[in-house]
């Protein structure tokens, strides 16, 4: 069964910083490419970053030199540091694992709440 767990979420004033993890289970992590998406209110869930299992990323236009994608092989978990946050930034941010035979599993998402 797989399963991705997100957290460190939370409150942040604007210009502060968040690093959000993803513990995944049950897949071949390191085979596995993996994203940060994410979905304010009102609006279509967005992609914010990915990583190869080869470790290339990729960003979206608007987090690009403030969010940082990485991952750790040896502990199955993808990190997103989240530097100068700004309120635009208010979302459910989910994890994504883009497995094999073109399997696609979500974590629950976790809130990131930024005050002006």
């Known amino acids: 069964q797989v399963q991705l767990v997100e957290s460190g979420g939370g409150l942040v004033q604007a210009g502060g910083s968040l690093r959000l993890s993803c513990a995944a289970s049950?897949?071949?992590?390191?085979?596995?490419?993996m994203g940060w998406y994410r979905q304010a209110p009102g609006k279509q869930r967005e992609l914010v970053a990915t990583?190869?299992?080869?470790?290339?990323?990729n960003y979206a236009d608007s987090v690009k030199g403030r969010f940082t994608i990485s991952r750790d092989n040896a502990k199955n978990t993808v990190y997103l540091q989240m530097n100068s946050l700004r309120p635009e930034d208010t979302a459910v941010y989910y994890c994504?694992?883009?497995?094999?035979?073109?399997?696609?599993?979500w974590g629950q998402g976790t809130q990131v709440t930024v005050s002006s």
């Open positions: 994504r694992a883009d497995a094999r035979w073109l399997n696609i599993y």
């Open positions: 990583v190869t299992s080869g470790g290339s990323t």
């Open positions: 049950g897949i071949i992590f390191s085979a596995t490419a």
